[in-house]
């Protein structure tokens, strides 16, 4: 079956981790963040060397063993009964990242919304970012570099996934706001999406 997605989209430092997690809190809903899966690899595991070896630069990890790890994931979290797909939603954070990673999950989500976040103000990405690399020990938020070349990796991916998918599923939100407004705003589509599926 096809997991009915709701996929969080927007630049490193935008806020999708923090909307994410929130979403994930809520009953019938299940937070997926892609990064996550990559954080928690023990680095003495091929993959997790991997990640190290590309995240540390910036760059995206490969597509075919991302997907798999993704997949492995999210089929752990179903056995554990930590997601039920025939109930919950899915909330992705981090994935799909580009245009081959839409296609090789094309079969798989039934995306019912993307949120788009955007953030103009890129001074306040680049310390929202240094003050998580300090409170999450994250190695790929500490250095500008690595930083700048994430925000650019981004911006050529990001336009290619959002034309992957329907206008109409398109939401663009200004996560320049507070939390809370994001929140707000973000919830308002989501219970309008759920109400419907509800009467499918
Ligand atoms: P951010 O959105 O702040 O860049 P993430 O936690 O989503 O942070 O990603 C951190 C790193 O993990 C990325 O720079 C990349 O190396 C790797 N990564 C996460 N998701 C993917 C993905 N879907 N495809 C490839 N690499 C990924």
Known sequence: MRYKTILLFGAPGAGKGTQGKILGTIPGFFHCACGDVFRNLRIDHPMGRLFIEYAS?????????????????????????????????????????????????????????????????????????????????????????????RLEVYEIESKSVIGCYEKSLVHHIDSTNPPLTVLREILEIVAHLNAVAATA
Do not use: Y
């Open 57 to 149: 630069k910036g760059q995206l990890v490969p597509d075919e063993p991302t997907i798999n790890l993704w997949s492995k994931n999210i089929e752990a979290a179903t056995m554990h009964g930590a997601f039920n797909p025939e109930r919950d939603w899915l909330v992705l954070d981090g994935i799909p990242r580009n245009q081959h990673q839409v296609e090789m999950l094309r079969d798989t989500l039934d995306v019912r919304a993307l949120f788009f976040l955007t953030c103009s103000d890129m001074d306040k990405m680049v310390e929202r970012l240094q003050r998580r690399a300090l409170r999450e020990n994250r190695l790929d938020d500490a250095n500008l570099d690595v930083i700048r070349q």
